[in-house]
Nanobody, 115 residues
């Protein structure tokens, strides 16, 4: 059974940091590109960051220089380190695994940036 389980979300003050984790199981993690998406209330789903099987990374302009995506293939886990958080980063964050036409999604974790 495929599972993607996100964790690490929560409430943080502006300027703070959080690290999200997404633990994968039920598929061959090393062959999948991994992505983080987010959806804020009333807004469309947005691609935040992606990392390929060869460790190439890509970021949305809004998070470049503040967020870092990484993966640990030994632990079947992808991370999103988020620094200098802003109120506009408030959203539900989802991880996604992609291989060819196959996508798997996690259930999401809430990140709230507020003073």
């Amino acid at each position: 059974q495929v599972q993607l389980v996100e964790s690490g979300g929560g409430l943080v003050q502006p300027g703070g940091s959080l690290r999200l984790s997404c633990a994968a199981s039920g598929f061959t993690f090393t062959t999948y590109a991994m992505c983080w998406y987010r959806q804020a209330p009333g807004k469309q789903l947005e691609l935040v960051a992606a990392i390929t099987t060869t460790l190439s990374t890509n970021y949305a302009d809004s998070v470049k220089g503040r967020f870092t995506i990484s993966r640990d293939n030994a632990k079947n886990t992808v991370y999103l380190q988020m620094n200098s958080l802003k109120p506009e980063d408030t959203a539900v964050y989802y991880c996604k695994a992609t291989f060819a036409i196959r996508d798997y999604w996690g259930q999401g974790t809430q990140v709230t940036v507020s003073s």
